[in-house]
């Protein structure tokens, strides 16, 4: 299973960009969502949803980002409106969930994409 990721970039403050997550391979994923490392810093949760829940947001970006997830797809998506140069970061997207392997699953774990970097510029 891998967890391909695009739509990072370089915007201007105020402007928006969508992030796209897909999981290859056959995940059937509990949750799923998005992180990001911004410099110099720990590596923080963005917004993640749970089967059957409802988005959970940090802070900082409520009412600017907005999750969707697509469980046929196992997908998820993160529109950025309203960006700010504190967005700047490298974001993960993260699933957690175990893998089908047609006859039994392998052990829940935590799968991360590569990262795409994410750049706001004044």
């Known amino acids: 299973v891998q967890l391909v990721e695009s739509g990072g970039g370089l915007v201007q403050a105020g402007g928006s960009l969508r992030l796209s997550c897909e999981a290859s391979g056959r995940l059937s994923a509990e949750a799923m969502g998005w992180y990001r490392q911004r410099p110099g810093k720990e590596r923080e949760p963005v917004a993640t949803?749970?089967?059957?829940?409802?988005?959970n947001y940090a802070v900082s970006v409520k009412g600017r980002f907005t999750l969707y997830r697509n469980n046929a797809e196992n997908a998820v998506y993160l529109q950025m409106n309203n960006l700010r140069l504190e967005d700047t970061a490298v974001y993960y997207c993260?699933?957690?969930?175990?893998?089908?392997?047609?006859?039994?699953?392998?052990?829940?774990?935590?799968?991360w994409g590569q990262g795409t970097q994410v750049t706001v510029s004044s």
């Open positions: 949803i749970e089967n059957g829940g409802s988005p």
């Open positions: 993260h699933a957690e969930g175990s893998e089908n392997r047609g006859y039994y699953y392998l052990p829940r774990r935590d799968y």
